[in-house]
């Protein structure tokens, strides 16, 4: 006991980078077969080419947010001043018809537009502190997540040239624990892993693509560095809010109240097609009933942030997996004679 508690504080620092590594593999374990057969069967070009290539997908999206930046600082200067020194225009006159927040939200919007700025920026200023400071604790250190993106990508490659190895070792490891109903509960974390990264990525784009669309129909300024911006923060799990929501004041500032409209129509649908979209593409790929899937999805990334995203749907799978299997097993029968015995 000693001895596992103590290996488990040696581990603990990698604990982050090895569950990112190992759920990375898993959900690309087929296209790096499928890399391998093209490459002559060679195994360590095949993860070569595999490490490289996620490392394309976060690096490439970074560099071309950064030449968006570059390309447009003088617009997104333009419209940080033009919003600066706008005032506040009066509420559209549909807001008062919409059902129960209608009056409400006119009446704030009427308030507001009569303080002017400086009194909204007084009282909205408490909140985005604490947002902030929200954000600063989720992300953490910047030499933390640096470490840890080392190390996921090291213990990636790793996994890739040996992953049968890991595999073979889980699955012995599972059926000393539990026998027959631990390998199945394994192979079922694995679907899980693979259906979570499907509908994650998947999620991800079609919202980033209804963002997309939304912010070059209304003609938003500078919209290439918005939408890189908004295809980072869909791939990690944060939404397009924090770029769609001030696209949508800026419109309304403007004067421009139809296509501000529109925009904030689409602004809805990115932000909340994913509670609908990720557990159902999840469930494609995860035998696990949808009510699980979706508690497990939430669940997770309150308890846990990104990583809980995946975790926990896995946890409830295999949860589910041995309940059903200890459910399902007839009680061992007695022998003869043992009911007369007991009585």
């Known amino acids: 006991m000693a001895l596992a508690v103590s290996t488990a504080w040696i581990l603990l620092p990698f604990l982050v980078s090895l ?45 071309l947010a950064a030449g968006a930046l570059a390309d447009n600082v003088i617009t997104v200067a333009a419209w940080a001043k033009s919003i600066r020194d706008a005032p506040i225009p009066p509420p559209p006159q549909w807001t008062a018809t919409v059902p129960v927040i209608g009056a409400s939200v006119s009446e704030a919007w009427n308030q507001a537009a ?30 933390t997540i640096l470490f840890h993106f ?7 490659a790793i996994f890739y040239l040996h992953g049968e190895t890991a595999a073979s070792g889980l699955l012995r490891f599972a059926q000393r624990l539990a026998g027959a ?20 990525l998947l999620t991800a784009l079609i919202q980033s693509l209804a963002a997309a669309i939304g912010l070059a129909v209304c003609s938003i300024p500078a919209a290439p ?50 509670n609908i979209l990720r557990p159902a593409l999840i469930r494609r790929g995860a035998d696990l009933p949808l009510v699980l ?27 589910h997996a041995l309940l059903s299997e200890w459910l399902d097993d007839p009680p061992a029968a007695q022998p003869p004679g043992a009911a007369d015995a007991n009585s």
């Open 19 to 63: 569950v990112w590594a190992g759920m990375i593999v898993i959900s690309t374990w087929p296209l790096l077969l499928a890399c391998q057969k093209f490459l002559w069967g060679r195994r360590g070009l095949s993860a070569a080419v595999m490490t490289s290539g996620l490392l394309l997908i976060v690096l490439v999206p970074l560099a």
């Open 114 to 143: 009569a303080e002017g700025k400086e009194a909204l920026a007084s009282r909205v200023m408490p909140y985005v502190g604490k947002v902030l400071e929200w954000v600063v604790r989720r992300l953490g250190g910047l030499g």
């Open 293 to 319: 899937i979706f508690a497990g999805v939430i669940g997770g990334m309150i308890s846990a942030g990104i990583v809980g995203l995946f975790v926990g749907p896995v946890v409830l799978a295999v949860a």
């Open 150 to 156: 080392f190390m996921t990508i090291v213990l990636t």
């Open 181 to 200: 109903s631990g390998e199945k509960a394994v192979q079922l974390a694995a679907g899980a892993v693979r259906g979570v990264a499907a509908g994650v």
């Open 225 to 274: 560095l918005l939408i890189s911006a908004v295809i980072l923060l869909c791939l990690a799990q944060l939404g397009p809010l924090p770029v769609m929501v001030p696209a949508v004041i800026w419109k309304f500032y403007s004067g421009d109240t139809f296509w501000a409209a529109v925009l904030a129509a689409f602004t809805l649908l990115s932000a909340t097609i994913d």
